[in-house]
Nanobody, 122 residues
Framework: QVQLVESGGGLVQAGGSLRLSCAAS????????MGWYRQVPGKQRELVAH???????NYADSVKGRFTISRDNAKNTVYLQMNTLKPEDTAVYYC????????????????WGQGTQVTVSS
């Protein structure tokens, strides 16, 4: 089965840091881009950070200067280093992979992780 497995969420104090990790597993040959999204109840899921296979990145304005996205292509893993966390960063964070190529199909797949809760206390 092709899937994304996330880790690193939890409860932290305002001003603290967390690092989220997400690894893609299965018969994957390559991944074009990976990213992190977040969602709070009653609101639309929003992009937090995005990174291509060539390490081009983009961030939501609300996290620029505080969050850093990176990836290890050999491990099909993406990371999100979150510093200077604020209560408004509290959300369920979802890992995403786009343009996923597998050995058994010509299609490009889009994958989502199960979500991991990040809670920042004031």
């Amino acid at each position: 089965q092709v899937q994304l497995v996330e880790s690193g969420g939890g409860l932290v104090q305002a001003g603290g840091s967390l690092r989220l990790s997400c690894a893609a597993s299965g018969r994957i040959s390559s991944i074009n881009a990976m990213g992190w999204y977040r969602q709070v109840p009653g609101k639309q899921r929003e992009l937090v950070a995005h990174i291509t296979s060539g390490d081009n990145t983009n961030y939501a304005d609300s996290v620029k200067g505080r969050f850093t996205i990176s990836r290890d292509n050999a491990k099909n893993t993406v990371y999100l280093q979150m510093n200077t966390l604020k209560p408004e960063d509290t959300a369920v964070y979802y890992c995403n992979a786009e343009g996923v190529r597998v050995y058994y199909s010509l299609a490009r797949l889009v994958l989502w992780g199960q979500g991991t809760q990040v809670t920042v206390s004031s």
